[in-house]
C-alpha cells in the first residue's frame, strides 16, 4: 500500500506543480500583455508630443530666421554706412592735409621772403 500511497503523493505534487506554473505563466502572460499596452500608449502620447511640438515651433523658428535676416541686412547697412563715413573721411583728411601743406609752404615762403628783406636791410 506504501506504493500506491506515494504515487498518489507523487501525482497530488505534480497536479500542484502543474497548477502553479499554469498560473505563473498566465500572470506573466497578463503582464507582457498590460506591457504592450502601456507601451502602444506611451508611443501614441510621443508622436502627439512630437508632432504639438512641431506644429508649435515652426512658426516660431520662422519667426526667428525672419528676424535673423532683419538684423543681418541692419549690421549690413550699418557695415556700409561705416564704409561711406570713413571713406568720406579719408578724402577730407587727404584734402585738408594738402590744403595745409599748400597753406604751411605759403606761410614759410612768406616768412623767408620777410626775413630775407629784413636781413638785406
Request: avoid cysteine; proline fraction near 1%.
Amino acid at each position: 500500500m506504501s506504493i500506491e500511497l506515494s504515487q498518489i503523493v507523487l501525482n497530488n505534487g505534480l497536479t500542484f506543480l502543474a497548477v502553479v506554473t499554469a498560473i505563473v505563466v498566465g500572470t506573466v502572460g497578463y503582464f507582457l500583455v498590460k506591457l504592450l499596452m502601456d507601451l502602444s500608449t506611451l508611443t501614441k502620447n510621443a508622436n502627439e508630443t512630437s508632432l504639438i511640438l512641431n506644429n508649435e515651433l515652426k512658426p516660431t523658428l520662422k519667426e526667428l530666421n525672419e528676424t535673423m535676416r532683419s538684423i543681418n541686412s541692419i549690421i549690413q547697412s550699418t557695415d556700409e554706412g561705416v564704409g561711406n563715413m570713413k571713406s568720406s573721411l579719408e578724402n577730407a583728411i587727404v584734402k585738408t592735409k594738402a590744403f595745409s601743406e599748400s597753406l604751411l609752404g605759403g606761410f614759410f615762403k612768406g616768412f623767408m621772403t620777410v626775413y630775407s628783406l629784413i636781413k638785406k636791410k
